[in-house]
């Protein structure tokens, strides 16, 4: 069960309504990530982790006149430099990314010229500055891919999380430089809390995001993206599992698997029983119905900036194909 609080089944099913006529009136298509509230992922056209919601956008359909993105800031920045002809709206502006945020571009920009002959590596979780610095992108789901590319060798720096940095370092036997950020939801898994998990369901796998500390790493059954731990869940004969990643993915598990048990990993530091992404739940049925009626807030990117951050971005969705 999420710990935020959601409006009467009535009054969502209205704004269902509303937002299902406003999107066919005005050649709309709604993408939302996996980690925003369940009645948006069911209203949306296409629901996916950062890769294919990259993807995506870049085939968006060409009919298309308005791409709602329903996540957090970069993600409508993303769609924005896919989709510099269409108007990109976001249903709220302050629905941030701790992540981000804990990689200013001009601290980044210090740290790579600090070391010169490096390639750069940054995750798709950066703001647009710091795309622009970087020679390619990744998504925790293509990461290790992505590094793979490279010549043993290669003199690589990874940003901004260090948690899914030392976990590509650990598969590969490389030694990347790490920038040393973090996303919030994720540092707050707790392995003890895990253990003792564990304890009561000991048939139940364990599935965790790279992006978590390496001791709830190390607990893990399956390491991957949003999506790997969904086809995983899928797949598997097991009938119940222990999921350690933002919350929201439990509503496409539990759409997909309903003969199934999905038992979220609880924060360290809260005795709620799930670990929510407070600016992904920014976003509500009533302010993606109120972005679609006002066309507001859009994205705007300066172009040079734009340029500059579409290379690593277009590099990525080739090495992943």
Known sequence: MNCHAKGSAASDESLKADILR???????????????????QDIADFVGDSLALAQKAATAASDAEIIVMCGVNFMGETVKLLCPD???????????????????????????????????????NTTVGVKALSDVLVTSGNARKIVDSFPADAKLIFGPDRNLGAYINSVTGREMLL?????HVHERFS???????????????????????????????KVGSTAALLEYALASDAT??????????LHQMRKAAPDKTFIPVPPS????????????KLNTLAKLRDCLVAEAPEVHIDPVLA?????????????SK
């Open 22 to 40: 406003l999107k066919k009136d005005k050649k709309a298509v709604i993408l939302a990530h996996y980690y925003v509230d369940g009645a948006i």
């Open 86 to 124: 269409k108007k990109v709206l976001v249903p709220d502006t302050d629905a941030g990314c701790s992540l981000a945020d804990s990689c200013p571009a001009d601290s980044f920009e210090a740290f790579v010229k600090a070391h010169p002959g490096y390639t750069v590596i940054s995750y798709v």
């Open 179 to 183: 920038w040393d950020g973090a996303c």
């Open 191 to 221: 392995a003890e809390k895990l253990v003792e998990l564990k304890a009561l369901h000991p048939d139940a796998p364990v599935l965790v995001h790279p992006e978590c500390r390496r001791p709830v790493v190390l607990l893990a059954d």
């Open 240 to 249: 119940e599992f222990i999921v350690a990643t933002e919350s929201g993915i």
């Open 269 to 280: 530091d809260s005795t709620c029983a799930c670990n929510d992404c407070a600016y992904m």
């Open 307 to 319: 340029e500059k951050a579409l290379r690593p971005i277009n590099r990525m969705l080739e090495l």
